[in-house]
Structures are given as C-alpha cells and as structure tokens.
C-alpha cells in the first residue's frame, strides 16, 4: 500500500510538472529531462509511468479533461435552467483555468500544432456549449429570435479567447471579466421569462446579480 501510494504521488508529480513545462514551452520543445527535474525524480521513474513524452501529454489532456467534466456536473448538479448552468460553468471553468495549470495545459495542448490529438478541449469545450444553447432554445431559455448556433459562436470565440488571454494574464480570467461578458450578453440572448445571473448562482459563494432582462420581470 505504502509503494502504492507513493507511485501515485510521483505520478500526479510527473503530470503537474509536465503541465508546467508544456504550458511554458510547448509541446515539441519540452524535454522529459526538464520534466523529470522538476517534478524531482529520476528519467528511471519517470519512463516507469510513462513510456514517452506523448504518453505524457496524454495523461495530463486526460486529467484536465477529467476536471472539466466535473465542473460541468457540479454546475448541473448545482440545479437551474441550462442557460444558467451555461453560465456558472463558464465562470467555474475561467477559475479553473487561472488556478490549475493542468487545466491550463491540457487546453493549450490541444491548440498546439505539434500535438494535435484527442481529446481536444476546446472542440470538446465547443460542443457542449452548443448542446447547451440547443437546450436552452428547447426550454424556452433564449430570447424570441436568437439563433443557438449564432450565440454559440459568440460564447465559444469569447470563452476560448479568454482562455487563450489568460494564459499570459490572469486578469482576462476573473469573476470581473466573466460577469461583465455575461452582463452584456444575456439582456439580448436570454428569455425575459427565464432571467438568468450572470454571476456564479450563489451556491458559489456569491451573491446574485440580476440583468436588465431579469429587472423587467421584478
């Protein structure tokens, strides 16, 4: 149990350094050497959990995916209309971002040229949101004449741009930044019978903020 324990600690320290390094550098000019030292352990150990620098970059696209499906189920969970859960789990995910370089790595991973494998976060990322807006515009959620597919162009070119941003500054990926794209956007994508925050529902810890759209029904 002991050594059980310990490989999975060197592993998680192999995938959180390796984060680290292709957030930095990229994918091609990352080196297992630099890996392996800065997650402190030998190439022995580090080509005992994993065979190649690929096999690596998996691991870490794996576990970021695997973060953001439970942000999205927590946002789900967390109960709402879907447009609402749109946009808390955008809100939770530009957290994420700024705080779990994983999920930083795992993002750029998928825009890197020199990568360019499944899964993709960002398609994935994409397709969600679109399967969102499609939801939404089902349940009455969108405002009379909104395209799902033209606002999900909006929100995905937004959110990933953002995403983008934020890997040179945190700023672009704050609860200010998010809540101010939300502010002008949901007036004009929301149902004034459906208002929508567009802060994190107070299960996040903040307080509501309403929209116009959602004022107009007070």
Same mark, same amino acid.
């Not at 000019?29 to 190439?43: E, F, K, T, W």
């Not at 970059?57 to 499906?69: F, H, K």
């Not at 890997?167 to 704050?174: A, T």
């Given at each position: 149990m002991v050594k059980q324990d310990r490989a999975a600690r060197t592993r998680q320290s192999l995938i959180r350094a390796a984060a680290e390094v292709f957030a930095?550098?990229?994918?091609?000019?990352?080196?297992?050497?630099?890996?392996?030292?800065?997650?402190?352990?030998?190439?022995?150990?580090? &080509?005992? &959990?994993?065979?190649?620098?690929?096999?690596?970059?998996?691991?870490?696209?794996?576990?970021?995916?695997?973060?953001?499906?439970?942000?999205?189920?927590?946002?789900?969970?967390?109960g709402g209309s879907t447009l609402q859960v749109l946009v808390d789990t955008t809100h939770e995910l530009m957290s994420s971002l700024a705080g779990d370089i994983v999920i930083q790595a795992g993002f750029e991973l998928g825009g890197d040229l020199a990568w360019r494998e499944e899964p993709r976060l960002r398609q994935r990322w994409q397709r969600w949101i679109e399967d969102m807006l499609q939801r939404a515009d089902a349940e009455g959620g969108l405002a009379e004449g909104v395209s799902p597919a033209d606002a999900s162009l $909006?929100?995905?070119?937004?959110?990933?741009?953002?995403?983008?941003?934020?890997?040179?500054?945190?700023?672009?990926?704050?609860?200010?930044?998010?809540?101010?794209?939300?502010?002008?956007?949901?007036? !004009?994508?929301?149902?004034?019978?459906?208002?929508? !925050?567009?802060?994190?529902?107070? !299960?996040?810890?903040? $307080?509501?903020?309403?929209?116009?759209?959602?004022?107009?029904?007070?």
């Open positions: 930095q550098e990229g994918f091609a000019p990352a080196s297992l050497a630099a890996i392996s030292r800065r997650a402190g352990v030998s190439n022995g150990a580090l &080509h005992f &959990h994993f065979e190649n620098k690929k096999m690596l970059a998996r691991a870490v696209v794996d576990e970021a995916a695997e973060s953001v499906r439970r942000i999205i189920e927590e946002a789900v969970n967390g $909006a929100i995905v070119a937004v959110t990933v741009g953002l995403e983008v941003l934020g890997g040179e500054d945190k700023q672009w990926l704050s609860t200010e930044t998010v809540t101010g794209f939300w502010d002008l956007v949901l007036p !004009r994508l929301a149902s004034s019978h459906r208002p929508c !925050r567009s802060v994190p529902s107070p !299960r996040h810890g903040l $307080a509501p903020l309403a929209t116009p759209a959602a004022q107009a029904t007070d």
